[in-house]
């Protein structure tokens, strides 16, 4: 079975840009989080659904939302990129509703570079 | 919200040493404690984790202990290989929200 995949694996944007963030659940698992992990740092929470529903929000600004979709997959999106967005964005996906009633599993990530 | 403390940052130890590391949580609620291995340039890939209910868990030569009441955490690693050379994450769980410690650089000297 395939494990938690993210598209892209990397990208470079300016400043001022948007960006959309794709990722798949391993087969059979509603729960999918979002994480930023900045260079020599813990991932930090973004947002959490489970069952196309947001569960939890981390303290991100606005321009951080994101969706899930019917099958489950999830895509994240951050609107006018600055600088200090450049970052490893981690998605994970569990069995359970994400409340430590299930391994959280990582995709490898997509390196987001902010110029 | 949870506030996540972990030391120390870096650890170098000779190889067939123990390595420990130790974290502190803040939120009384939390109650789920996984240790993720992170290597270079990849995902995070949990290694052993603990609930709330249990104060001690191994797996080989793996441990993690919680004390709720100091509300701190450990894990312990033995017979260290070359192989176990990363950065460990520990992290907490209230909720639907996981908040991860600083991180620890774990060099193991052959």
């Known amino acids: 079975d395939a494990g938690v995949t993210q598209s892209p694996t990397h990208l470079i944007k300016t400043r001022g840009q948007h960006v959309t963030l794709r990722c798949s659940p391993i087969s059979g698992h509603k729960s999918v989080s979002w994480y930023q992990q900045v260079l020599g740092q813990g991932p930090q929470f973004i947002f959490q659904?489970?069952?196309?529903?947001?569960?939890g929000r981390g303290n991100f600004p606005d321009r951080f939302s994101a969706r899930q979709f019917p099958n489950y997959s999830s895509e994240l999106n951050v609107n006018a990129l600055l600088l200090g967005d450049s970052a490893l964005y981690l998605c994970?996906?569990?069995?359970?509703?994400?409340?430590?009633?299930?391994?959280?599993?990582f995709g490898e990530g997509s390196r987001l570079t902010v110029l | 919200g949870e506030n996540v403390e972990q030391h120390p940052s870096t650890l170098s130890v000779q190889e067939g040493d123990s390595a420990v590391i130790k974290c502190t949580y803040s939120?009384?609620?939390?109650?789920?404690f996984p240790w993720y291995k992170q290597e270079l340039g990849k995902r995070p890939q949990l290694i052993i984790d603990?609930?709330?209910?249990?104060g001690e868990k191994k797996d080989q030569r793996i441990a993690v202990t919680l004390n709720k009441t100091a509300k701190h955490f450990s894990l312990h690693i033995t017979e260290t290989q070359p192989e176990d050379s990363a950065v460990y994450f520990c992290?907490?769980?209230?909720?639907?929200?996981?908040?991860f410690g600083a991180g620890t650089t774990v060099t193991v000297r052959a």
């Open positions: 603990i609930r709330s209910n249990v």
């Open positions: 994970a996906s569990s069995l359970g509703q994400g409340r430590g009633d299930g391994e959280l599993f």
């Open positions: 939120d009384s609620a939390s109650n789920y």
């Open positions: 659904y489970y069952e196309k529903e947001e569960r």
């Open positions: 992290a907490a769980l209230r909720d639907y929200k996981l908040s």
